[in-house]
Structures are given as structure tokens and as C-alpha cells.
């Protein structure tokens, strides 16, 4: 199917979730299924069933997957709520801040219907200085450590590690804990730091009855920009992303009085797409602003995007992270360094984000000898990557 027709596909959704009513859109079955794909990769079939359950046209077939899709996210929210609460519990009662980002906030306290919102972690923060802590008490729950990186570490329990199925939110895939000691982002080299912001915004609250570290809204909204541009950086951009984004935009006061203590470059792309595909959520006047502070170089990149080509969509392939990180810089001097030693020689914790088994076994240094590997995987198209990665799994 071709890139415009994944498009209109991509562009149909987006008018479900804008609109309260919906039209036929008369699709081949072909359109249909690669519809049900899209809907995988953005995260959206427990959303779309709640929005398209009335509507008189939709097949029976179709009408029964997205029954099975918000049903399946429901069992797995369900699991992982309940997960969450004795995590909250036990932290409050051995006094370590425990603040929880991303889904594990927005499911439990802006989501009207939790199971519109998947979720294929829990994604906590933490002090630094209480991870020895966290972990002990993480272990009392049955979690252990699996993986670490510069982005966080990751647990799990050893008796949820299987993928039982990639067609759904099956409740019994792998639901990890992403502990993060920071709140940061790397493109590349390029690096933003939030972890002051969000702690210096936090307040004590509740969340499923337990206590906890919550972020105000516009502190969890910036951090959200941030996360959804490093994937739309990465070509791993979701539209429940923006589905996120458009909720909380809508219960700000003033959305942006936080933006000018970062950088443009951290949020405007995301912006650009929520502007897109949200029109009306947030003001021309803000876009406005963070354009004029960017290179006309970099807001032709951020304008060019959509749910294709900056997502697992794009038939194209992802390309090497140097182009993009340079891009990033805008000709930073000092990023530019940084980009450059990332591509060249990251160091053991960024090597980990792709190989964090070598990375953390007893000879970390063979993980090194994997990189040009890695950079001719990037320059494959995709196709050609799932037909080798399939090959290996059979060799395996």
C-alpha cells in the first residue's frame, strides 16, 4: 500500500478522534487491515472503539476487533494499575518520593476511560540517591533488574518477560518498570534535562488512593513535549502522543509559561504536529514564537512532519542518528562535539539502549564491535530489516 494511502488512513483516524460523529470511509479490505496496523503502531484501537462503537456502518468484523482491543487494554490496564498501587504503597510507607510519569499518570488522573490510554510500562522517578533503596524494595514485589541505560533501568518479573502476543495490549506481555534516576532526553548528542523542573513542580498527592510525587499539569506537559519530539526524532512517533498532548493542552490555564525554560528545539516539533493534526488546541501566537527562534532549515524539518514519515509508517529507512543529531545542534559547536563522540564512541550506557545485555554482561566492551552493524541495520529499508530479523529468529 502506498505512503499516500497510509496517509489518508492515518488522516480518517485523526477525524474520528476530532470529531463526535463519523463517516463511512468506504474502504477496500485491504485498506481495513492495513487500518488495524495503523492503529497498532499509534496506539489508538482502544480509543477508536469507544469513538466508532455506535457508528451504523461499521462492519461486524471490525465492530468485534475493536471490541477485542479495548478488552484486552482493559485486562492489561487493570494488571498494571494494580501494580502501580502497591508500588505507591510501599514506597509511601518507607518515605521515598516516588513520581510517576507518562502513562502512569495520565491513565489514573486525565483519562476519563483509563483503557483509551495503553501502556507498555510503568515509567517512575525517583532520587538518584534512593535507587539502592528502590530496588531493594522493588525486589520485595518480585521485580528484578533487568537492563540499564543512560535512560533509565529497567525491572521486570522473571515470570512476565514473554511476548504473547503483538497483535494486541495483551495483558500478560512484558510489564516493565522504567525507573528513572533522571528525567532527560539525548538526541544524538544534544541532551535536555528536566529532572530539576519536574521535581521543583511536584506536589504531594494521590493516585489510586496511595501517595505520591505528582507533577503540576503544565510540568507534566512540557516533559511530554519533550518525549513525544525525541520519538518523532527517532521515527518512533505516536499519535497517542498528540492524543496526550491535546488533553492536557485543554485543562492549562496558560499553556507555554514554562516553555522558555528550554530550548525550541525540544518542543516545537511536536507542536508543529499537535497544531497539525489538533488544530485550535493550542495558539498560533505560541507557535509563532518558538519559529522565530529556530533555523529555517530546522522548521522545514519540524513542518514536514506527519504520522508517516516520522513513525514506524515510514517505509523509508530510519537513516543513521549523526545526520539527524548534526541537524539537532543547529551548529552548536559544543553539540556538535557531543554528537560526534555519541556516533563515534557512546559510551556504555548509550550503547546499552541497543545492546544492554552485552552492554551489562562481563565483556561490555564486544557491544563496541557491534556499531557498524547497527548503522547498516538503520540504512535498511524496513521490510529488509523484519525479513533479517525474522531469519535470525529462525537461526536462533
Not at 504503597?89 to 489514573?108: C, E, Q, V, Y
Not at 496511595?210 to 505516536?238: C, D, F, I, M, N
Request: glycine share 4%.
Amino acid at each position: 500500500m502506498s505512503v499516500q494511502q497510509t496517509g489518508q488512513i492515518c488522516n480518517t483516524i485523526v477525524s474520528w478522534l476530532n470529531a463526535t460523529g463519523s463517516e463511512n470511509p468506504k474502504w477496500s479490505l485491504d485498506e481495513w487491515n492495513r487500518f488495524k496496523f495503523v492503529c497498532r503502531v499509534h496506539g489508538v484501537a482502544p480509543l477508536l472503539h469507544t469513538k466508532l462503537k455506535t457508528s451504523p456502518w461499521l462492519n461486524d468484523d471490525m465492530q468485534q476487533w475493536l471490541v477485542e482491543q479495548y478488552h484486552f487494554n482493559q485486562q492489561r490496564i487493570a494488571k498494571m494499575h494494580g501494580e502501580l498501587t502497591k508500588i505507591l504503597a510501599l514506597f509511601a510507607a518507607n518515605n521515598i518520593p516516588l513520581m510517576p510519569l507518562k502513562g502512569s499518570i495520565l491513565s489514573t488522573k486525565y483519562y476519563d476511560d483509563p483503557v483509551c490510554r495503553p501502556m507498555a510500562d510503568l515509567d517512575l522517578l525517583i532520587r538518584p540517591d534512593d535507587f539502592e533503596s528502590a530496588a531493594a524494595l522493588l525486589n520485595q514485589l518480585g521485580y528484578q533488574p533487568d537492563v540499564a541505560h543512560w535512560k533509565h533501568t529497567e525491572f521486570s518479573r522473571p515470570d512476565n518477560r514473554r511476548v504473547v502476543s503483538v497483535e494486541c495490549e495483551h495483558p500478560d506481555n512484558p510489564r516493565k518498570l522504567e525507573i528513572h534516576r533522571r528525567c532527560r532526553e539525548t538526541f544524538g548528542g544534544p541532551t535536555i534535562d528536566l529532572t530539576q523542573l519536574m521535581w521543583d513542580n511536584a506536589v504531594r498527592g494521590k493516585l489510586l488512593g496511595q501517595p505520591a510525587s505528582l507533577p503540576t499539569p503544565e510540568a507534566l506537559w512540557l516533559h511530554l513535549l519533550v518525549h513525544a519530539t525525541y520519538h518523532l526524532w527517532q521515527g518512533k512517533g505516536r499519535l497517542i502522543h498528540l492524543v496526550d498532548l491535546a488533553l492536557l493542552t485543554s485543562q492549562l490555564d496558560k499553556p507555554g509559561t514554562m516553555l522558555n525554560s528550554i530550548g525550541p528545539r525540544f518542543t516545537y516539533p511536536a507542536l508543529a504536529m499537535l497544531n497539525e493534526y489538533f488544530p485550535d488546541v493550542i495558539a498560533d501566537s505560541l507557535l509563532s514564537s518558538q519559529r522565530q527562534q529556530l533555523s529555517p532549515s530546522f522548521q522545514q524539518w519540524a513542518d514536514g512532519l506527519d504520522l508517516v514519515n516520522s513513525s514506524h509508517l515510514n517505509p523509508d529507512p530510519v537513516g543513521l542518528y549523526l545526520p539527524k543529531a548534526l541537524k539537532f545542534t543547529e551548529g552548536r559547536p559544543r553539540e556538535i562535539a557531543q554528537a560526534l563522540r555519541f556516533a563515534m564512541l557512546p559510551g556504555l550506557d548509550e550503547i546499552a539502549l541497543d545492546h544492554p545485555r552485552l552492554a551489562n554482561s562481563k565483556i561490555p566492551w564486544l557491544a563496541y564491535f557491534l556499531l557498524p552493524v547497527d548503522w547498516v541495520k538503520r540504512l535498511q529499508r524496513p521490510d529488509e530489516r523484519h525479513q533479517n530479523q525474522a531469519k535470525e529468529q529462525e537461526q536462533n
